[in-house]
C-alpha cells in the first residue's frame, strides 16, 4: 500500500480521494449518541465548536454498534464533510488521531488556522488488544505534567495501556491512607549513583510520590483520552523501600533502608508473616478505589529466595502449606494475592517469574526475559504480553556510539556466563530492532490467540530527566506501535517505508515538543 499521508502506525486500508477538507473554526463538530469523550478530545485538538443541529460541512462522530471489531474505526474525509464511524468510543478516540496526523504537522498539537486535509477512506483496526507503554517512576520521579504529556503521546500513536511502576526498591510513590510511612519514609532516598557510573553516588537526598488527587487526576485525564491506567504494586520483591518504613514486614525484621544502589536487593517481604497480607490487601483496597482497570500489575519479578530460606516464619509456611521450595512459596503467595484481586472483580498481571512454582489461575504474563516465558504461558491457556528484552527495553542504548549518546542502561556480560545468555553484553537496541518486533515469533499457532499483545518499558535507573524520558521512549515508540497495531504484510515489514514515512512524523513530534532522538543512521538532517 503506498499513499503520502505518512500515517503512523499504518492503517489497515487508506483509499485516497480527490480534494481536500478545508478545516475553519466554522467547522461544526457533531457528536452522536455516547460520543462525548471523543467529542471533547477533537474539539479540543482540532478547536471545533460542538453544534448539536448542523449536519452539513461537519466533522462528525458516530458509534453504530457493529460497524467495526473492537477499536477499529472508519474515517471517512471529502471536500464536504469528515465521518468518523466505530462500533466503541476508543475506534473513535483512534479516528481522531489519524484525523490529527491528516493535517499538516504544525496543527498537530491543535489546529491553529484554517487547515486542508486530504480527501481519503480509511479503514483500520488493530493488530492487538494490549498496546502498552509503561514508565518506571521510582527509580527517578516524573511529575503529573510529564506523566500527563507522556500519555498525549502514546495515545497519539494509537498505544491504549499506560503501565504506571509505581513501587521499587528505591522509592515508594503512591500515597496510602492507611500507610502513612510510605510517603513519609519509602519514598525518600539517601543518594542515588550517577548515570555516568552506577558504582559512584551523588550524596543528595531524593523522592518524590503521588498524592490521591495526583493519582485521580492523571486516571481521569488517560480516560479523557480513551487510555487505561494500569498500576504496578511489586510484591514480593523489589520491597526494601516498604521494609524501610514497616520493618516487621521483612524476614529479618530490621536493618533496612531505601536502596541507594541500582540492581536486585535480597531483603523482601517475609511470605511467612500474616501481617504481610493485612498489608497487602489494604494497599489494593486503595489501589482499586484509584485505578479502574481490569488488570492490576503485582510485579513478581527478581525475587531473590535468601532470606525465606533462613526464616523460620517461611519455612513454618512452607510445611503448613505444604510447599516443596521456595519458588512454590513465591507461587503461594502470589496466588494469594491473585485471589484477593479475583474477588474483588480484578485480574492479576505479573512479570514472567511468576511462572516459577507454578502460574497461579488466571494469572496473565508479561514475557521480559525473552519469549519463553510467554510460549510457556500460552500453551497453559494464560494471556500473555510479550515485552522482551531484545526488542522492548528503552532504557537501552538507541546506537553503538555510545560515546555519542547520553547514558543509558548497559551490562556486560561476565566472561564464564556469556555462553550461557547466548550474547556478550544487553544494553542496545536499535529502532530497526524494535521495529522487527512481532510478539506471535515463536508460539505455535494455535496458542495465538492468548498472546494479547506487547508493550515498551522504560525503566528510569539513567533516566534523570523528562527530557531523558522522551530521547529514550521516542522514535522508538512510534516503531513499536506500528508493530503492535498494523497488520503484518505477508513479505514481513518494510523498515524503508517505515523511516519514510518517520521522516515526516517528526515534524508531528516537534510540533507536540517532544525531545525524541533523530535517527541520523536513517533519515538526513
Ligand atoms: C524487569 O525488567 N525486571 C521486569
Ligand atoms: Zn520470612
Not at 460520543?35 to 458509534?63: I, P, W
Not at 536487593?265 to 482499586?288: H, P
Not at 556486560?412 to 537496541?429: H, N, R, S, Y
Request: aromatic letters at 12%; proline letters at 6%; charged letters at 25%.
Amino acid at each position: 500500500m503506498t499513499n503520502t499521508l505518512n500515517l503512523i502506525p499504518e492503517p489497515v486500508s487508506v483509499e485516497t480521494g480527490t480534494g481536500t477538507f478545508v478545516m475553519t473554526n466554522a467547522t461544526p463538530l457533531v457528536c452522536g449518541d455516547g460520543c462525548q469523550k471523543a467529542g471533547a478530545f477533537a474539539a479540543n485538538v482540532l478547536q471545533l465548536k460542538q453544534d448539536a443541529g448542523s449536519n452539513s460541512g461537519a466533522v462528525s462522530l458516530k458509534l453504530v454498534a457493529g460497524s467495526t471489531t473492537a477499536e477499529g474505526y472508519t474515517l471517512s474525509v471529502t471536500p464536504e464533510a469528515i465521518n468518523i464511524v466505530a462500533s466503541d468510543e476508543a475506534g473513535l478516540f483512534h479516528g481522531i488521531q489519524t484525523l490529527r496526523q491528516l493535517l499538516p504537522a504544525e496543527h498537530v498539537a491543535q489546529r491553529s488556522a484554517d487547515a486542508e486535509i486530504p480527501a481519503v477512506t480509511i479503514n483500520d483496526y488493530p493488530k492487538f488488544s494490549w498496546r502498552a507503554v509503561h514508565l518506571d517512576v521510582c527509580r527517578h520521579f516524573f511529575d503529573v505534567t510529564f506523566v500527563k504529556k507522556y500519555i498525549d503521546l502514546l495515545a497519539f500513536h494509537k498505544m491504549n495501556i499506560f503501565h504506571w511502576h509505581l513501587t521499587e526498591d528505591q522509592g515508594w510513590r503512591v500515597e496510602i491512607d492507611a500507610y502513612p510511612k510510605l510517603t513519609e519514609v519509602s519514598a525518600w532516598r539517601e543518594s542515588t549513583p550517577i548515570p555516568e557510573n552506577r558504582t559512584v553516588q551523588d550524596g543528595k537526598p531524593y523522592g518524590g510520590f503521588y498524592t490521591k488527587d495526583d493519582i485521580r487526576e492523571v486516571v481521569a485525564y488517560a480516560d479523557s483520552l480513551g487510555i487505561t491506567v494500569l498500576p504496578e504494586i511489586e510484591l514480593p520483591g523489589h520491597t526494601i523501600a516498604v521494609l524501610a518504613a514497616y520493618p516487621e514486614l521483612g524476614c529479618v525484621g530490621e536493618g533496612y533502608k531505601v536502596r541507594t544502589e541500582w540492581g536486585i536487593e535480597d531483603d523482601v517481604f517475609c511470605a511467612g508473616n500474616d501481617e504481610v497480607f493485612v498489608f497487602l490487601e489494604k494497599v489494593f483496597d486503595e489501589i482499586l478505589e484509584l485505578f479502574p482497570s481490569e488488570y492490576i500489575h503485582i510485579g513478581g519479578d527478581e525475587c531473590p529466595k535468601v532470606r525465606w530460606e533462613k526464616c523460620h516464619k517461611c519455612q513454618a509456611r512452607m510445611e503448613e502449606e505444604e510447599l516443596h521450595d521456595e519458588e512454590e512459596l513465591q507461587s503461594w503467595f502470589i496466588g494469594k494475592i491473585g485471589n484477593y484481586l479475583h474477588n474483588k472483580g480484578r485480574k492479576m498481571i505479573g512479570w514472567d517469574e511468576i511462572l516459577e512454582g507454578g502460574l497461579p489461575e488466571g494469572a496473565a504474563v508479561a514475557s521480559w526475559r525473552g519469549t519463553e516465558g510467554g510460549i510457556t504461558a500460552a500453551k497453559q491457556g494464560h494471556e500473555v504480553v510479550m515485552c522482551p528484552v531484545t526488542h522492548c527495553y528503552f532504557d537501552y542504548y538507541q546506537s553503538e556510539d555510545r560515546e555519542n549518546e547520553p547514558p543509558a542502561f548497559y551490562y556486560e556480560i561476565p566472561k564464564e556466563q556469556q555462553e550461557q545468555w547466548g550474547m556478550t553484553f544487553v544494553g542496545l537496541l536499535p529502532m530497526k530492532k524494535v521495529y522487527e518486533f512481532d510478539p506471535l515469533v515463536g508460539v505455535p499457532e494455535e496458542y495465538h490467540s492468548f498472546v494479547v499483545g506487547g508493550q515498551s518499558n522504560l525503566w528510569s535507573e539513567y533516566i534523570p530527566t523528562s527530557q531523558q524520558a522522551e530521547y529514550q521512549a521516542y522514535p522508538r515508540g512510534a516503531a513499536i506501535a506500528e508493530t503492535l497495531w498494523s497488520p503484518m504484510p505477508d513479505s514481513g515489514r518494510d523498515f524503508d517505508a517505515f523511516i519514510g514515512r518517520l521522516s515526516h512524523h517528526l515534524k508531528r513530534l516537534d510540533a507536540l515538543g517532544v525531545n525524541y532522538r533523530f535517527p541520523k543512521e536513517h533519515i538526513d538532517q
